[in-house]
């Protein structure tokens, strides 16, 4: 059974850093994309932070360009989400989620195909 655990998450001033961790385990698929999914207070919808697939490409959300870094260390079965130059719109509960390999993981996203979450971890950015 796949299972995503998120950790890292807390309060921190506008333009602190935090990084998140997400720890995998049972997930066997040798191809795959892995990324962080935001839902902001008052959004409608989630919004895709940052992916990054089997082969280590990596996308990113337009408003996180050049703040936030995504990397996979597989040794560790982890996926970490580095975020500086933190905003108070950046605010909001933050999850792991996988899904099946793609080019475009961030467009995989957007498509509805990721499959399995974590239970999320709330990021608070105060101004």
């Known amino acids: 059974q796949v299972s995503l655990q998120e950790s890292g998450g807390g309060s921190v001033q506008s333009g602190g850093s935090l990084r998140l961790s997400c720890a995998v385990s049972g997930y066997t698929y040798s191809r795959y994309c892995m990324g962080w999914v935001r839902q902001i207070p008052g959004k409608k919808s989630d919004e895709g932070v940052a992916?990054?697939?089997?082969?280590?490409?990596?996308r990113y959300g337009d408003s996180v360009k050049g703040r936030f870094t995504i990397s996979h260390d597989s040794s560790k079965n982890a996926v970490y989400l580095q975020m500086n130059s933190l905003k108070p719109e950046d605010t909001g509960m933050y999850y792991c989620?996988?899904?099946?390999?793609?080019?475009?993981?961030?467009?995989?996203?957007?498509?509805?195909?990721?499959?399995?979450w974590g239970q999320g971890t709330q990021v608070t950015v105060s101004s």
């Open positions: 989620a996988a899904g099946p390999y793609s080019r475009d993981c961030l467009n995989e996203y957007y498509s509805g195909r990721f499959s399995t």
């Open positions: 992916t990054v697939d089997s082969e280590g490409i990596t």
